[in-house]
């Protein structure tokens, strides 16, 4: 499973993927991170930001919120949008796995 998490500076979920600062991108091999790499972007938009997740084969996108355009861009790629709060990217990432680990995906999305 490939993970990206909308990071801006500081290492918080970004609000805004469609024009944050990287992804950090997570290979994840049942419920264990194998892989984790930065992806800077420059001059970020929803259009680029779509183009990127879905050629790098991911399955989730978690971000803290998410612009129409780029919402329809991973649809179309099937991409799985998660919105969180806004924590550190780890500490939501390892929150999400936990809870696909637990059968638990259903309460974390709402």
Do not use: W
Not at 43 to 66: E, M, S
């Amino acid at each position: 499973m490939k993970i990206a998490v909308a990071c801006e500076g500081g290492g918080v979920v970004s609000s805004k993927p469609g024009h944050c600062s990287s992804f950090v991108c997570y290979t994840v091999d049942k419920g264990i991170v194998t892989d984790c790499r930065n992806l800077p972007v420059f001059d970020n938009t929803p259009q680029k930001a779509a183009g990127i997740l879905k050629a790098l084969g991911l399955d989730a996108l978690i971000a803290a919120g998410i612009d129409d355009e780029l919402s329809q861009g991973l649809s179309d790629g099937q991409i799985e949008v998660v919105l969180r709060d806004g924590g550190a990217v780890r500490e939501e990432l390892e929150d999400y796995l936990n809870c696909l680990m637990s059968g638990e995906e259903e309460d974390y999305l709402d």
